[in-house]
């Protein structure tokens, strides 16, 4: 660190000095310091860093470089590599040498990215155990896009613990990724230039002596820019320009209105060197701010012998610094005014050969990227190489980075090229990967113009028919399905694909008669095959329209056959579109009473996902456990595993658009009665991919017509849910449980619409005789019969049916239901025993919502007694707002547990983990797991907690 004050920055330090300070007292909060080069970022963060282990931190300092820009998350393995992770962790991540020189072996996985964050998050945790902790990260505008995203999600992985993250970046809009808008625990700091009076004082302190107004031309030229200043006064002094007369600094006349720019500066220092020392300037210009000599060497065409006194002279002079191992400008702008200063055509020539030359002495592809965009031009055949295997490297893990780098590669790719429809090909195949569909489209057609072979042509209708098909456009997706199909000459194996998406496309239509004739050419050529994913594949598809088909019990045979066949496997068979055996088969059970099996299926495959590298799918685990857990009325842990799924799909940009976990969270609010939560999750929806989807999936749909009948507006709400209520609509019911359909029935009885209510039961009496016999099954379909009956019998076998097979909730409207027929035939001890049963399901549910009109219906036929009142309160906040799983993640975490100890103990997924904690801290009114062990210490846990454990 400088030995000169940090001038003008008063007011930054207090800030540093105040986010310290809460982070010391247990919060996690964010720095970001932002600046245009030279204004003092890194000034600034050593400052920061040396107040944070004055106070006790222990920190930890790195930062992102030039050289390294496409490199996935390069700057997140250089601080695990700092933070002391394991070695061996170290070497698979390649983060053998500083974290930044090492190679990301698993980049093109992408689980990779995923094994960086949670390593990250587990050391952090670990040592935010013991102590606050600092991490210091400059230059992040270097930083790849998946590292931006990281800094963004891994601040609230780690809310409660004493975490500060000082950042430093020039302004870019690049940026807006890492930053969420908003975030109060968020401090951004602008540096401007420096006032005045400042830069005044700074020029004193380069000086040793005031400085008069004889320096307010140099002064203007510098622009507040302190590292502009500094060059500008040692280049005058090196000319003899100034003097100190009186105690008092001035500059010479002749310099006071002329003062040169510091590219005019760098210029002219340039011009006085040997022609040794500018080839080396040069060459390391292009480079980057620090190199390796020997990289010098090779790209000058010379040996490293040669170099070795104009670089000693280049470091008295001071232009070269020594950093580390290796060489480095004294400052990025003194490099930029070298590189700059170069005639264009130089620059490209030798920011091609340096391409080259790295590649040659054992570089990645992802390493020369930066030199291939600068130096490459149009029809240059070993560049779009370059870029297309760079592309392929980082697409698993870093696809928004892939797609860029994809771009390139057709652009420097000639129409008249014969390699350009493969390279659209495959630039579509990223795009669609990065979500970048409009453009996937674009490059789609125009390949579809070109030349393509048959396979080709049909591989690419597929990869068009499956983003249509995960838009919602299913006519678009059978249009290309079906040109694919008629082509000659495609390999038996993409057929089958092909085939089993015109399938799937034509059950999401309610084609089913189609979908079931497609399946069964699929059927007979997928069991002739000898490979166990083909017909794994098969039986999928047939599970999945006999489940369309309102055939519960054979869907269930099929995915346990499918299960079996794929070897119980969590990553299971990849199939397009994707579905894994053992996720389908727990969606499948959900809809009936083995709702256990369904959970161990799904807490077994969540764990299986996440080690076996199923990275697409582990969003997925988390949406199915959240709609399992709202069936059975655990609605505290429902929203946190719809939070955890929403936030693995952003923290690992996946490909999809979990609307399902929306419509969940949705639920769930209208459950504890939150209207106005409920209508911001679905609003959420309908920003995922705007104007995409012209029929939403049936969970959103249902969400929408729920809340518009909370909201007092039944015939809306029938009109909204009309698919549900339309003949042969099984295939759209029996994409929700069963303890939805009482709901919908209910929601059409409120609107006075009673034939559309027929219908719906009409849909679900029409299931098989195995279908019924299913106790979860039966009790809805009784449910139904007994609201449309008015069937006080029939309702309160409803009941006794959800109560057995896991439906609390369920059972508690069943009972409302049963109230109000005994309230109108003159049976009022009834309806209070019915009311009550009801009122202590939804209390023991924590709904809310339920909890309050129950309670309001009571009080309105004088029913409830005062004791009642107090003994069916649900509180909002404190410790009895707690559910069992809140409670189970506090007594291990005030233990001293991390979030992945609490994890592993549970059984449970770290997101999960994490969304939990943030609910305790809300409802107990804390921000810190400091303050969270406090107040657990003088508090009186029952042994419940510990005995579910």
Same mark, same amino acid.
Request: glycine share 6%.
């Given at each position: 660190m400088s030995d000169q004050p940090l001038r003008g920055r008063d007011t930054e330090l207090a800030r540093v000095r105040d986010l310290l300070d809460d982070v010391a007292h247990g919060r996690t909060r964010v720095l970001? @310091?932002?600046?245009? +080069?030279?204004?003092?970022?890194?000034?600034?963060?050593?400052?920061?860093?040396?107040?944070?282990?004055?106070?006790?931190?222990?920190?930890?300092?790195?930062?992102?470089?030039?050289?390294?820009?496409y490199r996935v998350m390069a700057p997140l393995l250089a601080l695990l590599?700092?933070?002391?992770?394991?070695?061996?962790?170290?070497?698979r991540l390649g983060a053998d040498r500083d974290g930044r020189d090492g190679t990301a072996r698993d980049a093109t996985d992408p689980m990779f990215r995923h094994h960086v964050l949670e390593s990250l998050v587990q050391e952090l945790e670990r040592r935010a155990g013991r102590t606050p902790v600092a991490v210091v990260l400059d230059d992040v505008h270097w930083a790849d896009s998946a590292t931006l995203a990281a800094l963004r999600t891994l601040p609230r992985r780690l809310a409660g613990s004493p975490v500060a993250w000082i950042l430093a970046a020039r302004p870019t809009s690049r940026l807006a990724v890492a930053r969420p808008k908003g975030d109060p625990d968020t401090v951004v700091l602008t540096l401007g230039a420096l006032p005045d009076s400042a830069a005044a004082e700074l020029a004193g302190d380069v000086l040793r002596a005031p400085v008069d107004d004889s320096f307010a031309g140099l002064l203007a030229t510098a622009g507040g820019n302190?590292?502009?200043?500094?060059?500008?006064?040692?280049?005058?002094?090196?000319?003899?320009?100034?003097?100190?007369?009186?105690?008092?600094?001035?500059?010479?006349? +002749?310099?006071?209105?002329?003062?040169?720019?510091?590219?005019?500066?760098?210029?002219?220092?340039?011009?006085?060197?040997?022609?040794?020392?500018?080839?080396?300037?040069y060459a390391a210009a292009v480079l980057g701010v620090d190199f390796e000599l020997f990289d010098v060497a090779r790209l000058l065409g010379r040996g490293v012998g040669q170099l070795l006194r104009p670089a000693q002279e280049l470091l008295r002079s001071g232009m070269l610094v020594e950093a580390g191992p290796r060489f480095a400008f004294r400052h990025d702008l003194v490099r930029r005014a070298v590189h700059d200063g170069m005639p264009l055509p130089l620059r490209r020539a030798m920011h091609r050969e340096a391409a080259d030359t790295l590649l040659a002495f054992g570089r990645q592809p992802e390493d020369v990227v930066r030199h291939v965009l600068a130096g490459a031009a149009p029809g240059d055949v070993a560049a779009a190489r370059i870029l297309r295997d760079a592309a392929r490297g980082t697409v698993g893990a870093a696809p928004d980075t892939a797609a860029e780098l994809a771009l390139e590669e057709v652009g420097l790719t000639p129409n008249s090229d014969p390699r350009r429809a493969r390279t659209l090909i495959e630039a579509v195949q990223t795009l669609r990967a990065a979500r970048r569909t409009r453009e996937a489209l674009a490059l789609a057609d125009e390949a579809l113009a070109l030349a393509v072979t048959p396979a080709d042509e049909a591989s690419l209708r597929l990869t068009v028919a499956e983003i249509h098909l995960a838009a919602g456009r299913y006519t678009a997706a059978l249009d290309q399905l079906g040109q694919a199909l008629t082509r000659p000459d495609v390999p038996a194996d993409l057929r089958l694909i092909l085939l089993k998406t015109k399938g799937t496309a034509h059950a999401f239509l309610g084609e089913i008669d189609t979908a079931e004739a497609i399946g069964r050419d699929l059927v007979d050529a997928a069991y002739l095959d000898h490979d166990p994913a083909v017909v794994a594949g098969a039986m999928l598809f047939?599970?999945?329209?006999?489940?369309?088909?309102?055939?519960?019990?054979?869907?269930?045979?099929?995915?346990?056959?499918?299960?079996?066949?794929?070897?119980?496997?969590?990553?299971?068979?990849?199939?397009?579109?994707?579905?894994?055996?053992?996720?389908?088969?727990?969606?499948?059970?959900?809809s009936t009473e083995r709702l256990t099996d369904a959970e161990a299926l799904l807490r077994e495959g969540q764990v299986r996902a996440e080690a076996s590298g199923a990275v697409w799918s582990l969003s997925a685990w988390h949406t199915r456990r959240a709609c399992l857990l709202l069936e059975r009325g655990e609605l505290g842990d429902a929203e946190a595993e719809a939070e955890a799924a929403l936030t693995v799909t952003e923290e690992l940009e996946l490909d999809t658009a979990d609307r399902t976990a929306h419509a969940v969270l949705a639920m769930v609010a209208l459950r504890q009665g939150d209207l106005t939560l409920a209508a911001r999750r679905l609003a959420t929806t309908d920003r995922i991919t705007p104007g995409a989807a012209p029929r939403p999936d049936p969970w959103t749909v249902c969400a929408r017509s729920?809340?518009?009948?909370?909201?007092?507006?039944?015939?809306?709400?029938?009109?909204?849910?009309?698919?549900?209520?339309?003949?042969?609509?099984?295939?759209?019911?029996?994409?929700?449980?069963?303890?939805?359909?009482?709901?919908?029935?209910?929601?059409?009885?409120?609107?006075?619409?009673?034939?559309?209510?027929?219908?719906?039961?009409?849909?679900?009496?029409?299931?098989?005789?195995?279908?019924?016999?299913?106790?979860?099954?039966?009790?809805?379909?009784?449910?139904?019969?007994?609201?449309?009956?008015?069937?006080?019998?029939?309702?309160?076998?409803a009941a006794k049916g959800h109560e057995l097979t896991q439906r609390p909730l369920a059972a508690a409207d069943a009972e409302e239901a049963m109230a109000g027929r005994a309230l109108e035939e003159g049976r009022p001890g009834d309806a209070t025993a019915s009311l009550r049963r009801a009122l202590a399901r939804a209390v023991a549910c924590k709904a809310t919502g339920d909890v309050r009109r129950l309670q309001a219906r009571l009080d309105q036929e004088g029913l409830r007694s005062e004791s009642h009142r107090r003994r069916t309160a649900v509180a909002s906040s404190g410790w009895e707002s707690l559910t069992t799983s809140e409670l189970r993640v506090v007594r291990l975490v005030t233990d001293g547990l991390t979030n992945r100890a609490?994890?592993?103990?549970?059984?449970?997924?770290?997101?999960?983990?994490?969304?939990?904690?943030?609910?305790?801290?809300?409802?107990?009114?804390?921000?810190?797991? @400091?303050?969270?062990?406090?107040?657990?210490?003088?508090?009186?846990?029952?042994?419940?907690p510990l005995q579910q454990e």
């Amino acid at each position: 660190m400088s030995d000169q004050p940090l001038r003008g920055r008063d007011t930054e330090l207090a800030r540093v000095r105040d986010l310290l300070d809460d982070v010391a007292h247990g919060r996690t909060r964010v720095l970001y @310091v932002e600046g245009a +080069s030279g204004l003092g970022k890194t000034r600034l963060l050593a400052e920061a860093a040396s107040l944070a282990t004055a106070a006790g931190f222990d920190v930890t300092e790195t930062r992102a470089d030039e050289r390294s820009s496409y490199r996935v998350m390069a700057p997140l393995l250089a601080l695990l590599h700092r933070l002391g992770a394991d070695r061996d962790l170290l070497h698979r991540l390649g983060a053998d040498r500083d974290g930044r020189d090492g190679t990301a072996r698993d980049a093109t996985d992408p689980m990779f990215r995923h094994h960086v964050l949670e390593s990250l998050v587990q050391e952090l945790e670990r040592r935010a155990g013991r102590t606050p902790v600092a991490v210091v990260l400059d230059d992040v505008h270097w930083a790849d896009s998946a590292t931006l995203a990281a800094l963004r999600t891994l601040p609230r992985r780690l809310a409660g613990s004493p975490v500060a993250w000082i950042l430093a970046a020039r302004p870019t809009s690049r940026l807006a990724v890492a930053r969420p808008k908003g975030d109060p625990d968020t401090v951004v700091l602008t540096l401007g230039a420096l006032p005045d009076s400042a830069a005044a004082e700074l020029a004193g302190d380069v000086l040793r002596a005031p400085v008069d107004d004889s320096f307010a031309g140099l002064l203007a030229t510098a622009g507040g820019n302190p590292f502009v200043l500094i060059e500008l006064l040692r280049a005058a002094v090196a000319e003899g320009l100034c003097s100190v007369s009186d105690g008092r600094a001035s500059i010479a006349a +002749s310099a006071a209105d002329a003062v040169p720019s510091l590219p005019e500066v760098v210029a002219q220092r340039l011009e006085h060197m040997t022609p040794d020392m500018t080839d080396l300037l040069y060459a390391a210009a292009v480079l980057g701010v620090d190199f390796e000599l020997f990289d010098v060497a090779r790209l000058l065409g010379r040996g490293v012998g040669q170099l070795l006194r104009p670089a000693q002279e280049l470091l008295r002079s001071g232009m070269l610094v020594e950093a580390g191992p290796r060489f480095a400008f004294r400052h990025d702008l003194v490099r930029r005014a070298v590189h700059d200063g170069m005639p264009l055509p130089l620059r490209r020539a030798m920011h091609r050969e340096a391409a080259d030359t790295l590649l040659a002495f054992g570089r990645q592809p992802e390493d020369v990227v930066r030199h291939v965009l600068a130096g490459a031009a149009p029809g240059d055949v070993a560049a779009a190489r370059i870029l297309r295997d760079a592309a392929r490297g980082t697409v698993g893990a870093a696809p928004d980075t892939a797609a860029e780098l994809a771009l390139e590669e057709v652009g420097l790719t000639p129409n008249s090229d014969p390699r350009r429809a493969r390279t659209l090909i495959e630039a579509v195949q990223t795009l669609r990967a990065a979500r970048r569909t409009r453009e996937a489209l674009a490059l789609a057609d125009e390949a579809l113009a070109l030349a393509v072979t048959p396979a080709d042509e049909a591989s690419l209708r597929l990869t068009v028919a499956e983003i249509h098909l995960a838009a919602g456009r299913y006519t678009a997706a059978l249009d290309q399905l079906g040109q694919a199909l008629t082509r000659p000459d495609v390999p038996a194996d993409l057929r089958l694909i092909l085939l089993k998406t015109k399938g799937t496309a034509h059950a999401f239509l309610g084609e089913i008669d189609t979908a079931e004739a497609i399946g069964r050419d699929l059927v007979d050529a997928a069991y002739l095959d000898h490979d166990p994913a083909v017909v794994a594949g098969a039986m999928l598809f047939q599970s999945h329209t006999a489940l369309l088909r309102g055939r519960i019990a054979r869907a269930v045979d099929l995915a346990e056959a499918a299960v079996e066949r794929a070897g119980h496997a969590a990553s299971g068979v990849q199939l397009r579109p994707l579905r894994l055996p053992g996720l389908w088969l727990a969606t499948v059970l959900t809809s009936t009473e083995r709702l256990t099996d369904a959970e161990a299926l799904l807490r077994e495959g969540q764990v299986r996902a996440e080690a076996s590298g199923a990275v697409w799918s582990l969003s997925a685990w988390h949406t199915r456990r959240a709609c399992l857990l709202l069936e059975r009325g655990e609605l505290g842990d429902a929203e946190a595993e719809a939070e955890a799924a929403l936030t693995v799909t952003e923290e690992l940009e996946l490909d999809t658009a979990d609307r399902t976990a929306h419509a969940v969270l949705a639920m769930v609010a209208l459950r504890q009665g939150d209207l106005t939560l409920a209508a911001r999750r679905l609003a959420t929806t309908d920003r995922i991919t705007p104007g995409a989807a012209p029929r939403p999936d049936p969970w959103t749909v249902c969400a929408r017509s729920l809340l518009l009948a909370a909201q007092g507006n039944p015939t809306a709400a029938v009109r909204e849910g009309a698919r549900f209520y339309e003949q042969d609509a099984a295939a759209d019911l029996l994409t929700l449980p069963p303890g939805l359909w009482p709901q919908l029935a209910s929601v059409a009885l409120r609107a006075n619409d009673r034939s559309r209510a027929e219908v719906l039961l009409a849909t679900l009496e029409h299931l098989s005789p195995r279908d019924v016999f299913d106790r979860a099954v039966a009790a809805s379909v009784t449910h139904v019969r007994g609201l449309l009956q008015a069937d006080p019998e029939a309702l309160e076998e409803a009941a006794k049916g959800h109560e057995l097979t896991q439906r609390p909730l369920a059972a508690a409207d069943a009972e409302e239901a049963m109230a109000g027929r005994a309230l109108e035939e003159g049976r009022p001890g009834d309806a209070t025993a019915s009311l009550r049963r009801a009122l202590a399901r939804a209390v023991a549910c924590k709904a809310t919502g339920d909890v309050r009109r129950l309670q309001a219906r009571l009080d309105q036929e004088g029913l409830r007694s005062e004791s009642h009142r107090r003994r069916t309160a649900v509180a909002s906040s404190g410790w009895e707002s707690l559910t069992t799983s809140e409670l189970r993640v506090v007594r291990l975490v005030t233990d001293g547990l991390t979030n992945r100890a609490v994890a592993d103990r549970l059984h449970l997924s770290p997101h999960t983990v994490n969304s939990h904690l943030r609910h305790v801290f809300a409802k107990l009114g804390v921000n810190t797991r @400091v303050e969270l062990t406090r107040i657990a210490s003088a508090h009186t846990f029952s042994q419940e907690p510990l005995q579910q454990e």
